[in-house]
């Protein structure tokens, strides 16, 4: 059995209460409904029947609530989304092996709030988050509620990468060009999120917690030299903050922590990409993902198949650490 951990979806109504809800919107979420398997089901079943005994976790696409709503109507969207999830994995367990719920963290009451309805309630699996709530990073005193929750219910967060084009590539323009926001932005994203939560001393707070990067780890498994022996002398090139003692108040060797993340499959394909983060993760912390449906699918199970795992660890990567992580059989 193949189990999709990281798939995307507009479920029931969904999209069309966003479109209504949301004015600042604009064309992002109408390029997203122009991928019709992400709210068309037979089109979904269609594609996902060429793929044998496979099942798909399910959450929201782009964009994240915070970037395009206030607090009141983001924390409504929310509720909404879970709820249309949990009735279309209620309806097609066949299909979907659960969901992990939506959040809008402008409102981090209401964001608790809905990560206890959703796990209690609607049977969520986990939730999402994004590698900044517009704009702010995840850091925070404000969100540290959110990460001991997910520690006491020991399910996984997963996180999405967020950035579009007003980063803009070069100081002198006004926005970025050419896609490279969303290119080699988003890994980008994914892994200073990822830095600012190991400096932050997350897992040492909270060392089973299980956090799901996106896209195999943005550009940590590529860049382990840099991350790792580069930032042993952090400070050096900062003449304006002193980080002297970060590290050390660190329990463990910076580098470590960053394997405690997992690292999706989702990399359109590209059997260098997973097999570089595999060997840096290894494979009890690498998961089975495509991004459906909004990458090649079939060119992902290829990608994983051609690595020539022993069978163990190939079951590990597409069906066991999905069931360890959620706490679920999948048989």
């Known amino acids: 059995m193949l189990v999709d951990i990281y798939t995307h979806i507009f479920p029931g109504d969904y999209f069309e209460r966003m479109k209504a809800a949301t004015p600042k919107l604009e064309n992002i979420g109408q390029r997203m409904q122009a991928v019709r398997p992400v709210w068309d089901m037979d089109e979904r079943f269609r594609l996902m029947d060429a793929f044998g005994d496979y099942r798909q976790i399910v959450n929201l696409p782009n964009p994240p609530l915070e970037d395009i709503t206030d ?11 879970n709820d249309a999830m949990a ?3 209620q309806k097609h367990p066949d299909r979907f092996a659960g969901f992990s719920a939506a959040l809008c963290m402008l409102d981090m009451d209401g964001a608790m709030d809905e990560i206890h309805r959703a796990i209690r309630d609607l049977g969520a699996r986990g939730i999402q988050i994004f590698t900044n709530v517009n704009g702010e990073p995840l850091d925070q005193e404000k969100y540290e509620p959110l990460f001991a929750a997910m520690a006491e219910y020991d399910l996984p967060i997963w996180m999405h990468p967020a950035r579009g084009s007003e980063m803009n590539d070069y100081r002198t323009e006004e926005k970025g060009r050419y896609e490279m926001w969303w290119c080699f932005g988003w890994p980008y994203e994914t892994s200073i999120a990822m830095t600012r939560l190991v400096y932050w001393g997350l897992f ?7 956090i799901i990067t ?3 780890g943005g550009m940590i498994p590529y860049f ?4 790792g022996p580069g930032m042993d002398v952090l400070g050096a090139r900062t003449t304006d903050e002193d980080y002297t003692g970060l590290l050390n108040r660190l329990k463990k060797p910076h580098l470590e922590y960053f394997k405690n993340f997992y690292a999706d ?3 359109f394909g590209a059997k260098l990409g997973i097999e570089c983060g595999l060997k840096f993760f ?3 912390h690498t998961v089975f993902s495509t991004d459906f449906p909004f990458a090649p699918a079939a060119e992902t199970i290829e990608a994983v198949n051609s690595l020539e795992l022993d069978r163990a660890d190939l079951e590990t990567i597409c069906k066991g650490n999905a069931e360890r992580l959620l706490n679920a059989s999948f048989d």
Do not use: S, W
């Open 282 to 284: 290894g494979a009890g």
């Open 87 to 89: 009735e279309i994995c």
């Open 214 to 216: 996106h896209h195999m």
């Open 224 to 227: 382990d030299g840099r991350v």
């Open 265 to 267: 499959t989702a990399m």
């Open 71 to 81: 607090a009141e109507t983001g924390t409504m969207l929310a509720r909404a989304a």
């Open 204 to 210: 040492d707070r909270y060392p089973d917690l299980k």
